[in-house]
């Protein structure tokens, strides 16, 4: 007498198997982060308030958040530093300035500059709030290369991260 071998799997069954490891190996896309249109100035990210995290966090997880928050923000780890106004700042990757850093690694203070711009359109009731914020983030990364900088805490994670939402995103209205 032979002994038969059943297969439980069926036809449908293989292919719902073959269809659930494609969609794991696919890549998953973050949302990216559009530009806020600012209709009230309590809409601002000035006007938040950083408060401590109720858990610690780790060096390796603040690193790992950063990296998170630049791929979503689609800032290059490319910087320009312009000598009229001292401001220092990460670029947009694929932008303009990220372009022609491409083009020339060496020269970093590249056409006018982003902060200053943002300022000016910032509403005069929000401009102190903005002047602190831009100096609270040159004193915390002095410098901008990821090899000479401090120690990164959950503080600079707050500022670093509401600087370049205001500088990139928010887009107040005349």
């Known amino acids: 007498m032979q002994s038969q071998t059943i297969s439980m799997s069926t036809p449908a069954s293989g292919q719902a198997a073959a269809a659930n490891t494609r969609s794991t190996n696919q890549r998953r896309r973050r949302p990216r982060m559009e530009p806020r249109s600012i209709q009230h100035d309590d809409e601002s990210i000035l006007i938040t308030t950083l408060s401590p995290p109720s858990i610690p966090i780790g060096p390796r997880e603040l690193a790992v958040e950063?990296?998170?928050?630049?791929r979503q923000m689609r800032i290059a780890f490319d910087y320009v530093e312009h000598t009229k106004c001292g401001h220092a700042y990460y670029v947009k990757f694929q932008g303009v300035r990220h372009r022609q850093l491409r083009d020339d690694p060496d020269y970093h203070d590249i056409g006018h500059c982003s902060v200053c711009y943002q300022f000016r359109r910032t509403p005069r009731n929000l401009q102190g709030l903005a002047q602190d914020l831009i100096e609270e983030y040159q004193?915390?990364?002095?410098?901008?290369?990821?090899?000479?900088?401090?120690?990164?805490?959950?503080?600079?994670?707050?500022?670093?991260s509401s600087f370049y939402i205001w500088l990139y995103l928010e887009k107040f209205s005349e």
């Open 66 to 70: 950063e990296q998170s928050f630049f």
């Open 139 to 160: 004193r915390e990364f002095p410098v901008l290369d990821f090899l000479q900088r401090p120690r990164y805490t959950w503080y600079n994670q707050k500022i670093q």
